[in-house]
């Protein structure tokens, strides 16, 4: 089995032939395109995670720049590019058999364009409606929805035995994008880098109460050039699949899928938590700590999370993706108490190392989680589609493989989908549960009860001797 060398018919860049589980195939040709495509797609990943969650510090500084909002709007600001991009993901996810990988890839980085250039415009006049800051946060959520079409995508690439890799690489690396909004965004907004085309600066009194000069558009407009850069890059470079061709109705069949279901409540832990974790983060320090700048460190936690999820899936490959995501979620259910014991609460003044140490170990074990968790559900449909077709013959088995794919590829995407709700659902938790009772506690007991239900769900259908589906 070959592919045309140039990996090319007619007018497109689509591969007629791609068989990764053929190990000849696989070691000739498949590899490299492969990897050509992965190392793509992570800095469109890595761009789209930057643009969905550059609000998350853009609304620290919002009050200071004169926008007169409240802490419950702040972290609806915070939350709604999250619930955008959740949802946006559900259609986002059936997009690559579709359309193509490629393609897609490119059109959906382009889109990006679209908040970071309003939103770069909507900062720097304090009387830009709310209402208008609310619809750019949607559009945010372009780059959330980016996700459940990146991972479906690269599943294709590779093989049943390195897609926790590489999914773990895509996904790790692209996440990355959510710590380095957060590390570049004070750095950027303190320099005037655009000159006249990046519009006048803004006077802001910091904490302080020295008065500064910041360019808060910034934040946004840093981006444009970056995503010019990579949308050109994957027109030119990457491939689309011609078997992995598929409708929506092909597709659909994974609603009718128990473990579908299941791994979409687990995915909520893991990366639901991550991402909810980062954008609630930032303004969560600044509403429990007055007088300290989240932005100084807030970018630590998401960074090790994104860093430490290539990992998750490399230790999900070895010894078993149910096993690593079991001890996540007791660990997760650990560090949310400690948190909860570290914030101001009854009169006492709280402890900031306490809750950022606790913090950071939340952060790692759900960047491990989502690693793990995302390695199983390939490896879930994979393993049933061909347990549908043992003892029919290896063309059946062929056949299976590829619908295994498919089906995986669709789950991973609806999965991510669902997940991302995680990053609405914390923050406008937060925000609720401040206004109600003046403290997060109550949200936080509610994460508590969520991981323990976590770990009786792994432990049920994955993890303990004879379940359902061991993976």
Known sequence: MTASPSGTTGTGRLLTIWTPEDKAFWATQGNAIANRNLWISIPALFLAHAVWMVWSVVIV??????????????FWLAALPALAGATLRIFYSFMVPIVGGRRWTVFSTLSLLIPAIGMGFAVQNPQTPYWVMLALAALCGFGGGNFSSSMANISFFFPKERKGSALGLNAGLGNLGVSAVQFMVPLVIS????????????????PDGLMKQIWLQNAAFVWVIPI???????????NDIADAK??????????????????????????????????????????????VNPLAFAW???????????VGGWLADKTGGARVSLGVFVVMTAGVYGVMQYLPHHGASGNLTGFFLCFMVLFVASGIGNGSTFRMIPVIFMDECLDAARGQGA????????????????????TAAIGAYGGFFIPTSYGTSIDMTGSPHAALWWFIVFYVTCIAITWWFYARRGALRPC
């Open 395 to 414: 063309e059946a088995q062929a056949a299976a493989a590829r619908e295994g794919s498919k089906q995986g590829a669709a789950a991973l995407g609806f």
């Open 246 to 291: 598929a409708s929506f109705s092909d597709q659909a069949v994974i609603f009718r899928r128990r473990h579908t279901w299941v791994m979409c409540w687990l995915y909520l832990g893991t990366f639901g938590s991550f991402i909810g974790f980062s954008a609630g983060f930032p303004l969560l320090i600044k509403s429990q700590f007055p007088g």
């Open 300 to 310: 630590m936690g998401p960074f090790l999370g994104a860093l430490i999820r290539p």
């Open 228 to 238: 010019l850069i990579t949308s050109l890059l994957a027109y030119l470079m990457m």
């Open 191 to 206: 320099v005037g880098i655009f000159g006249w085309f990046g519009g006048e600066p803004t006077s802001v009194q910091m």
């Open 61 to 74: 500084q919002l009050p200071a720049a004169g926008f007169r909002y409240g802490t419950d709007k702040l």
